[in-house]
């Protein structure tokens, strides 16, 4: 899996049956800064997963990809490869505190 | 899954039985340009998706990958790894629209 | 799905049962370029594939990765990951002929 | 699989019903040092894995991604793509010792 | 599947009760070199897999990844994603040999 940031969202009203009643959202994943190893930076790439969980724009979210996007009563049958998993609350590294939900300037 | 634009199509007429039939678009990952954030720029990566939705040149499209692209009856019994799962009518990031399929410029 | 030139051939004697009696070929996968968008060029890397279509050095074709190359009746029971799922015959982008088996100048 | 440092951790409050009761890590994936030869170093990117093993910030561990992370009665039906298999005692190239756990500066 | 080169191997003493009892090796991808196309090189990445091979250092081998990974009757149930599945004998690139495994300087 990997931490990402919902940058905004997708509307698709031609798409295959079992697609339709889902929520489908930009995600960008985020990775260490390398240098001071104290925030998490974006990576600057751009991925659709879909949202189960109410995840909003500025959410720092964990997304799962491949046929495990398909691990959710919800999911099963949808021809999907990356899911919203969990939204993330606070993420330590070598006890330091590199983001937490609530102090998020972007919400 | 990843938003690509249609840039092409593809011909094989010597392929595996399972395969005859079904149309293959040549598709071209896009990303959320990073300086501006107001518009979907290409990765320059080319890769070939099957079609089912009509999808045409110029169109941005939703992909699936992996075993996923196999779940719909059409395609459950073919070896591809790549599906166009939606076209894609408008994208939001920060509550700007950063693409509307009807504002294309390339149809 | 990805586009690849057939490059050469690899050998394997000593290797997994069910691997036995199956043509192993190196393919370089490739993309539009990206400038000029009339031509189709290497991306430098190397993969392995297995072919059951006869196609031989120089062809351009159409590979399929992961749990998608056991999806034949040869292959299924294989430890593979990719399978040359048809042999390009032509390959179009806005409404230009990029690739033509026939013209291919390494043939 | 590949090998990766445990180098922190990320905690979730809403998630999905099944990832309840897990510890996630963040892992970043190392490669081996390509001049010298003789040390393991950072590719710089952060992942997530589920952890059933009680590794530690700084262990280095063997990550399994894909539908294998599924492959342990704890996570058979969890929509998880990354799993820590192992805890890597010590690495040996060119018969020498380029990993060892107990001389590691970082525990 | 790729070629890649033995670089190494790996102890685990603490890991999933399904893993005990399997060789895990360092591998390096290669590619061919891109000039001159007489020979392969390494990718500079590090990745580790299974062996059932007997494979050693400096070997040149073929690794499948993902769920083809289990595809064999002793890996069924593992939870791996890369396994060896030959050593290469030799390679041919446009009529040239560009690897034979008794001229390999490595071994």
Chains 1, 2, 3, 4, 5 share one sequence.
């Not at 390398?34 to 925030?39: G, I, K, P």
């Not at 930076?41 to 995840?55: E, H, I, N, Q």
């Not at 021809?79 to 993420?91: A, F, K, N, Y």
Request: proline share 5%; net charge neutral; charged share 25%.
């Amino acid at each position: 899996m990997f931490v990402a940031r919902v940058t905004g969202s997708l509307v698709s009203t031609q798409k295959l049956p079992s697609m339709v009643g889902y929520k489908l959202l930009l995600v960008e994943p985020y990775r260490l800064e390398s240098e001071h190893r104290q925030s998490l930076v974006t990576t600057g790439r751009t991925f659709v997963a879909v949202d189960l969980l109410g995840a909003g724009e500025g959410d720092l979210v964990l997304i799962a990809q491949g046929s495990s996007a398909r691990l959710t009563p919800e999911t099963r049958s949808m021809p999907i490869d990356s899911l919203i998993v969990g939204l993330v609350d606070h993420v330590h590294v070598a006890d330091r505190c590199v983001f937490e939900r609530t102090e998020d300037p972007r919400r």
